[in-house]
């Protein structure tokens, strides 16, 4: 069952692992660990993300300028080194997320990024839907003149319903960024930036109305929604290094 919430809305909240072990318990009354999790010993898997953006990081910029209407690029990818990939689309419409994501062979993705067009050889399954994305991902790189920019890494645990995608809980934690230069590597190897320290991102995401249980939960833990975007974050963190180190 494809579990992808295509539209959504997000609340991100940062906070320290004592309250994120303490809201674990509370998310376990309603929801199940998510099928990748459940299976380690931590509740956890590792999630790479390699962000797209153009020389005067214009995904950036227009994320840093709350431009209401706005997008990023990036391929996901996990552990498993014979696995497929995810060209994503991230779109915000004023409050709203909606995210496409077409699945990809991994030997696809230097051609792809090195501007081949998009063919259905170039994914795990041949869909038509998955095509238009692929499409649409591949205008959008070219439109901008995109290359590899920032490689992202965490450890997320995931909570969501066996049967259907109306909510999501997440907790993302150890989120460490690097640089990318040249040509693309989907590397497996964590970055030495620790974007947020010891705090874990809790990430509540539903597609139609905020669960009163959700409500309750950020009442009782007094939780304040607060701005965690991984990628300007880790181009902050990475630049003010960068100047630190002069």
């Known amino acids: 069952m494809e579990k992808l919430q295509r539209q959504r809305f997000e609340l991100k909240y940062m906070i320290s692992e004592a309250k994120a072990q303490q809201i674990r318990f509370f998310v376990q009354n309603y929801l199940p660990c998510d099928p990748y999790g459940i299976t380690q010993p931590d509740l956890s898997y590792k999630v790479n993300s390699l962000y797209l953006d153009s020389n005067d990081l214009k995904t ?43 699945r990809v062979h991994r030997w696809a993705v230097d051609e792809l990024l090195d501007g081949h067009y998009p063919t259905m050889d170039h994914l795990v399954h041949h869909s038509v839907e998955q095509k238009n994305v692929l499409d649409e991902f591949s205008y959008l790189q070219n439109l901008l003149i995109t290359k590899p920019t920032i490689h992202v890494s965490y450890k997320r645990e995931a909570y969501e319903p066996l049967d259907n995608n109306t909510v999501r809980v997440t907790f993302d934690r150890q989120v460490r960024s690097k640089e990318v230069y040249g040509k693309c590597i989907l590397s497996e190897e964590s970055g030495s930036f620790d974007v947020f320290g010891d705090n874990v991102i809790l990430e509540l995401k539903f597609t139609d109305r905020f669960p009163i249980w959700m409500q309750e939960m950020t009442q009782y833990f007094h939780l304040r929604k607060e701005s965690a975007a991984k990628y300007v974050d880790s181009i902050e963190g990475l630049r003010f290094k960068r100047i630190e180190m002069v």
Not at 77 to 100: A, L
Request: aromatic share 18%.
């Open 60 to 102: 950036y910029q227009d994320t840093i300028n709350g431009d209401r209407n706005r997008y990023k690029l990036r391929i996901r990818y996990y552990d498993y080194k014979d696995s497929p990939v995810y060209f994503e689309i991230k779109r915000r419409y004023d409050k709203v997320i909606r995210k496409k994501r077409a």
